[in-house]
């Protein structure tokens, strides 16, 4: 599952120099409205990245992944060293069905955030997409070093090794996923189990 929202670069939640929920709720309320307008009629004030990253949430959330990723990208234009608005971006490329585009970004956010568990694996999850099933499972493998309890990562990881032909390894899988989410488990067993 490709988890949307905003997240602040270390995954642990929000700065303390966030704005509050109640700010946030406002923020997402307006780029819902905005992102409801016709394309031409959008207009954010220059500059403000996290108001652009509002707005490309929630034209994902209307399935505009197209404007979505084009107001994520200028939120990255404001902020190009944040890890978070990479990551944003990557999620809007691949709800766009867009895994290289979705690849270049996750590999910025994890370039600029190593320990940033979401964006590796939405790296593999982009790299699976194209088929790149070694750089996929490079990724989720870093995915549930950094969080042993990402119960996702594990899976699509037993589903990347069985895309690469090594059954074995997938298997290997099961057993952390069993811990953390038996039905999981159970669908990943099933895949990749002896038949």
């Known amino acids: 599952m490709i988890r949307a929202g905003i997240h602040d670069a ?3 939640g929000m700065t303390p120099s966030a704005p509050t929920r109640s700010t946030i709720r406002c923020g997402l309320c307006a780029a819902v409205v905005l992102a409801l307008l016709p394309v031409p009629a959008r207009a954010l004030p220059p500059g403000q990245a996290p108001a652009w990253v509002d707005l490309g949430i929630a034209d994902r959330n209307v399935v505009r992944y197209a404007e979505a990723a084009d107001a994520t990208r200028e939120a990255v234009r404001v902020t190009p060293q944040d890890a978070t608005t990479w990551y944003n971006l990557g999620i809007a490329y691949i709800t766009g069905a867009r895994y290289a585009e979705a690849v270049d970004a996750n590999r910025e956010a ?12 939405n790296l593999g999850f982009a790299y699976a997409a194209l088929a790149r099933y070694a750089d996929a499972i490079a990724a989720y493998r870093q995915a549930v070093r950094l969080n042993p309890n990402y119960a996702d990562a594990w899976h699509l990881l037993g589903l990347a090794y069985a895309g690469s032909g090594d059954r ?6 099961v057993p952390p996923l069993r811990r953390l989410d038996p039905a999981r488990a159970d669908a990943l067993f099933n895949v990749v189990g002896p038949r």
């Open 110 to 121: 994890v370039r600029l955030h190593p320990n940033f568990a979401d964006a590796w694996h």
């Open 168 to 173: 074995l390894s997938a298997l290997e899988c």
């Open 10 to 12: 270390d995954g642990t």
